[in-house]
């Protein structure tokens, strides 16, 4: 009677399936990555939409800008070749006497007509107006 010898080692089969095994779960966590890789951009541009969009208040409140609705503008800082960064300034009549609806939009596109990450700030605030009329009418009494 032959016995046979107690082999050591990886059959090619088995060499096959933990191989396919292996490409499998690394096919998922390169997808995984890259997923994560584009939720960290679009919270990075988001982050910055934010503080753009409060920074761009800040200026309008302080009357650094002009207080008055216009169409989409760069902004001056400008340098970035994966897209480009712009800014809207709407203002209207908030209903009641002397208060402004003050709203800025500002938002990240690739390109013309691909919006990547944006962000609107209203603010309510005083019209200026009154104050510099009521200032004049004190002057020419």
């Known amino acids: 009677m032959r ?13 096959l399936i933990s191989l396919a095994i292996f490409l499998s779960s690394l096919t998922g966590i390169m997808q995984l990555l890259a997923i994560g890789q584009r939720a960290e951009l679009q919270a990075r541009l988001q982050a ?3 503080i753009r ?7 309008v409140i302080a009357g650094i ?3 008055k609705s ?4 760069p902004f001056l800082d ?23 609806q003050v709203t800025v939009i500002v938002d990240h596109q690739l390109s ?21 009329d009521a200032a004049l009418s004190e002057t020419s009494e």
């Open 112 to 132: 013309e007509d691909q919006i990547n990450a944006g962000f609107t700030l209203t603010r309510y605030m005083r019209d200026p107006q009154i104050f510099i």
């Open 53 to 59: 969009c409060e920074s761009k208040m800040a200026e």
């Open 65 to 67: 800008e002009e207080l």
């Open 3 to 15: 016995t046979s010898p107690n082999r050591s080692g990886l059959t090619l089969l088995e060499v």
């Open 48 to 50: 910055e939409a934010v």
């Open 70 to 73: 216009g169409a989409g503008q």
């Open 78 to 100: 400008e340098g970035n070749e994966e897209g480009f960064w712009q800014w809207k300034l709407e203002v209207a009549d908030a209903g009641t006497t002397g208060l402004l």
